[in-house]
């Protein structure tokens, strides 16, 4: 009996302290991203990351654990047994890493032989090896300076007469003897490298091997008949129609005059022409969109196409400096441009910027560190900015030569065009623009026209196969005629939310949803699954990678996967319609909450990874799940009342709940896999993977049922899983536009 009592109060013991310090990690590892953002990264790793502190707290949180594994007789559940052993041996791959791993930088001048590397406390460590750049290149997308990688022919002397050559680039790592080489720069003037240099000869292996055990444990947790997880999906309460919610994976304009412009065909046809626009080669059409849009918050002006209003700027200036078309969102700004609605004309930026107001307003902001309306002057001197680069014909590079095999994009006002090339092509780029002008204003709509053809003619000719494609040209033109995401948005998020009053209604009087809401419902989800598919390919069609790669996209790919989960998964649950129509209308409004569609840039270079796109859906998916599992905490709270719905509701949020943590799981350790090859580092405590990795915590917490009481209680875990969502948004939303980081252009 004594050793009973004994047995118990230390179990009791253990699991306080280890649960006590994961939450206490939780606090600490919040309170280091704050640190970073106010007093910067080199404060943070040493008050936190670095600190001897820090990995003690991992320690305990790793030893308690395990004992208190052995005090549960946890070798009775295997794949359970096995998931928390593969986390420990993640930790102590981390801490091998951290105690015995060196990484620095070493800069490699061409031809020249070197053997040591800096850490980054300034430490110098000499290899047993130098390393020679033989060769660098940046290699760019056709026709365009953006650069599409960077790569180094290096060559290795071991010092005993053995050398070996290899390649080191973006996502492609050189290994030699234990160390591994990373391109991570290059010197400006293009006569040296710069490699990230790893020498983690056992930590890497140790954690990896914890990720192949963790999977293996993941999935025996879904398979066994003997885990909670299988056991919640055949729960009495689930029986009428419920079961198996988840058992696969898985979200105007006044009447004013108009101002003059190109007639509506002759505008089209301008916007058919290439432009190298944001370091890619991409329709007129698209520069011009993303201009009204940059300018107005919409791509259209008084019944006017995009089209027209760009060649509007670069034909009939005079008008067009006096429309009052550019947002301006500050209050305080419009009150310094004297203007009493929401938009500015050109000429009133002239009219400050001459008297010298402008500069007074900014010093002043300045002294009284008024941050918030300094950045929204910024944005309003940007959009000046750019109206008046258009206008001069600065920013409309339309003119393409290809000189010495190097092909160059020019607007037809610069000063730098190569003077030995053909005269003819010469007089033509200098002075073409300056006929069509001339056109224009005599209104002979039938020359410009004439023009505008031997203008795309003499693009194709120059740029060769250095153009895109017609099929990326037809779809990008196509992509933009599609301009229902806000309507699209509006509609699901309404349909959502008036699809749960309804549902909320007839759950509690016992009856089921209304037929023609349900078919309302599916037949609206359906045709924006359509809808959502088409652009999707497409953006793919246009950029030429998986449309994964930024905030837009993603949230995009967030609403498609939720869509695709509803479809499939809507005759298991009531609650599934409703909450998969609300959140994807909200991830769509999310995505196209900036004034336009993000621009379809290049690939950053080290975006450019087969794991980019495995990483952001499995991670996406994962969201969209922990979504559908707050919106049931939401539902339960408005059905607190019904005892047994909201037993049903905490079933079903277990169920949840499993898939949910091991795919956002998943999605982190792939990303910490592409950040190894591609950073030189599976983890740098960088903002974003910090509070992934305090989601991830979070939402495994009520997983330990057993361990932890309170979870088992319906209203305390729905009330969790509703405050929980609120790190989801952080991850997302909050570390990317206020904490920043590496991951700042996710």
């Not at 429309?323 to 969102?329: A, D, G, V």
């Not at 494609?469 to 998020?493: G, I």
């Not at 991830?696 to 049922?705: E, R, T, V």
Request: net charge positive; aromatic share 12%.
């Amino acid at each position: 009996m004594t050793l009973h009592l004994f047995n118990f109060f230390y179990m009791k013991t253990l699991k306080r302290i280890s649960f006590g310090s994961l939450i206490a990690m939780l606090v600490v590892l919040a309170t280091a991203t704050i640190v970073e953002k106010m007093n910067g990264t080199q404060v943070a790793r040493a008050w936190f990351y670095d600190n001897i502190a820090f990995v003690a707290l991992w320690i305990v949180i790793a030893v308690t654990g395990l004992c208190y594994l052995v005090m549960r007789r946890m070798w009775k559940r295997p794949s359970v047994l096995l998931l928390h052993l593969s986390l420990l041996v993640i930790l102590a791959g981390a801490g091998i890493t951290w105690f015995t791993a060196l990484h620095g930088k070493m800069q490699a001048v061409s031809g020249q032989a070197v053997n040591v590397f800096t850490t980054t406390d300034g430490v110098t460590h000499t290899m047993p090896f130098s390393v020679t750049l033989k060769s660098f290149d940046i290699h760019t997308y056709p026709g365009t300076p953006a650069p599409m990688d960077f790569v180094s022919v290096i060559e290795v002397d071991d010092g005993r007469g053995e050398h070996k050559s290899g390649t080191v680039s973006m996502n492609n790592v050189f290994s030699h003897r234990g160390y591994r080489f990373y391109q991570s720069g290059y010197d400006a003037e293009g006569r040296g490298a710069i490699f990230t240099v790893s020498h983690d000869p056992w930590g890497i292996g140790v954690t990896y091997v914890g990720y192949g055990l963790l999977l293996m444990g993941m999935i025996g947790i879904l398979i066994d008949r003997r885990t909670t997880f299988r056991k919640l999906l055949h729960h009495p309460a689930l029986h009428r129609g419920m079961v198996a919610l988840l058992l696969l994976v898985g979200t105007t304009t006044g009447i004013n005059a108009q101002p003059q412009t190109l007639p509506r065909d002759l505008a089209d046809k301008m916007g058919d022409l290439y432009i190298l626009h944001n370091n890619r080669i991409c329709p007129f059409q698209t520069f011009a969109r993303q201009f009204t849009a940059k300018l107005y918050g919409k791509t259209s002006y008084k019944g006017l196409t995009a089209e027209q209003v760009a060649s509007g700027w670069i034909f009939y200036y005079d008008d067009w400096k006096k429309e009052p078309l550019i947002k301006i969102k500050n209050g305080t700004v419009r009150h310094l441009l004297g203007i009493d609605g929401k938009y500015a004309a050109l000429e009133d930026f002239y009219r400050k910027v001459s008297s010298g107001a402008m500069q007074q307003a900014i010093d002043s902001l300045q002294a009284a560190d008024d941050q918030a309306t300094i950045r929204a002057l910024g944005e309003a001197d940007e959009r000046y900015q750019i109206a008046n680069m258009v206008a001069a014909g600065t920013m409309i590079k339309l003119f393409p030569l290809n000189h010495g095999g190097s092909l160059e994009w020019y607007s037809h006002g610069s000063l730098d065009i190569p003077h030995d090339i053909d005269d003819g092509k010469w007089l033509f780029m200098r002075s073409g623009m300056d006929y069509l002008y001339e056109m224009v204003a005599r209104q002979d709509w039938k020359s410009a026209d004439q023009f505008i053809t031997k203008l795309k003619k003499y693009q194709v000719k120059e740029c060769g196969d250095m153009l895109p494609s017609d099929t990326s040209f037809r779809a990008e033109k196509l992509y933009n005629a599609m301009e229902w995401d806000r309507p699209l948005a509006m509609l699901l998020s309404t349909l959502g939310i008036v699809l749960f009053i309804i549902t909320c209604r007839s759950v509690a009087r016992g009856q089921r949803l209304p037929r023609w809401a349900r078919i309302v419902s599916i037949v609206a989800l359906a045709l924006s699954l359509v809808y959502l598919t088409t652009a999707l390919v497409l953006r793919w069609i246009i950029s030429g990678h998986v449309p994964m790669s930024n905030g837009f996209e993603t949230m995009q790919f967030m609403a498609w996967s939720t869509m695709v989960i509803v479809l499939l998964l809507h005759r298991k649950s009531v609650m599934v319609l409703p909450f998969g129509i609300l959140t994807s209308g909200l991830a769509i409004m999310v995505a196209s909450f900036g004034e336009s569609n993000p621009q379809i840039t290049q690939l950053m270079p080290v975006l450019v990874s087969p794991l980019l796109s495995i990483h952001v859906a499995v991670i996406m998916i994962a969201y969209a799940l922990l979504a559908f599992l707050m919106m049931t905490g939401v539902m339960a709270l408005t059905l607190r009342n019904d005892a047994s719905q909201v037993e049903r509701l905490h079933i079903m949020g277990q169920i949840i709940l499993y898939p949910a943590v091991f795919l956002l799981t998943v999605g982190v350790f792939i990303g910490a896999i592409w950040a190894n090859v591609s950073w030189g580092s599976y983890w740098s405590w960088d903002p974003k993977e910090v509070w992934a990795l305090i989601t991830l915590i979070i939402y495994a917490l009520p997983l330990h049922g057993q361990s932890l009481p309170l979870f088992r209680k319906p209203m305390f875990f729905h009330i969790y899983c509703v405050i929980a969502f609120l790190s989801v948004l952080i991850t997302y939303f909050g570390v990317n536009f206020i904490l920043g980081g590496m991951h700042s252009y996710a």
